[in-house]
């Protein structure tokens, strides 16, 4: 009677048919989720009160002076919506900022155009999420793409809920927005690789299945659409 010895990677792929490994790493993704959505939610809470004053630097945009920077704390989730969808991947992308954002803003409260913030992180988690196979610096460069796109959306949002629904309005909307996309863009590509590299050491299971990126990108698409509905 032969004895059949299987290889190390056979012996992983029986034991991942037998549903033992595959539970294991969604618990630790569970666990990371759970760890990721407790800093958003202390930091957010944490920064909206002791954030640093904006830098007495100026420039004038559309005939108003006004800070170059315009200093909030966008960051804290737009770094961890990124990282969950880069590193998690699949609903964690859309769950974890809007965790974030829902429970934080039932204490310190949002705008009108609530939803196209939310949407705004929920699109930089899918945008994470698409830079799965990419190396670290592509990643960056996908997360200096996503905090444009997440500007020009939420502000978007910002000339439908507050200015003249013409094309002046909405080129003055983007113009006094630049400050906060300059901010935006500095103080998250400066936090962002604080969490890169302990992720990329410990989570390298970054495969992308085709139905997991229209789960990851679905929900995204149909918030995005009902951010505009309610503004109609």
């Known amino acids: 009677m032969r004895v059949i010895k299987l290889s190390g990677d056979l012996k992983n792929s029986v034991k991942d048919l037998n549903g033992d490994a595959i539970p294991s790493m969604m618990r630790k993704k569970i666990f990371v ?37 315009m200093m909030d704390i966008f960051f804290v989730v737009a770094a961890i919506s ?28 949002n705008t009108i155009i609530f939803l196209f913030t939310w949407s705004g992180f929920a699109l930089l988690g899918s945008i994470g999420y698409l830079s799965r196979k ?66 990329e050491k410990s989570m390298v299971q970054r495969e992308i299945v085709s139905k997991e990126a229209k789960i990851a990108t679905l929900p995204t698409a149909l918030l995005m659409a009902l951010s505009i509905f309610t503004l109609l």
């Open 33 to 69: 989720a759970a760890s990721l959505i407790f800093i958003g939610v202390a930091a957010r809470l944490w920064l909206y009160n002791f954030l640093p004053s904006t830098p007495h630097i100026y420039i004038t945009l559309a005939g108003i002076k006004q800070p170059l920077f």
């Open 82 to 109: 990124l990282i969950a969808g880069r590193y998690l991947g699949s609903l964690f992308a859309f769950l974890i900022p809007l965790s974030i954002m829902a429970i934080t803003d039932i204490l310190i409260g």
């Open 134 to 199: 990419k190396g670290v610096l592509h990643f960056f460069g996908y997360s200096v793409a996503g905090i444009i796109a997440y500007d020009l959306w939420t502000n978007f949002g910002c000339w439908m809920g507050w200015y003249s629904h013409d094309i002046s309005g909405l080129l003055l909307c983007y113009a006094l927005a630049i400050p906060f996309m300059l901010w935006h863009l500095l103080a998250t590509m400066t936090v962002l690789p604080l969490f890169t590299i302990p992720f």
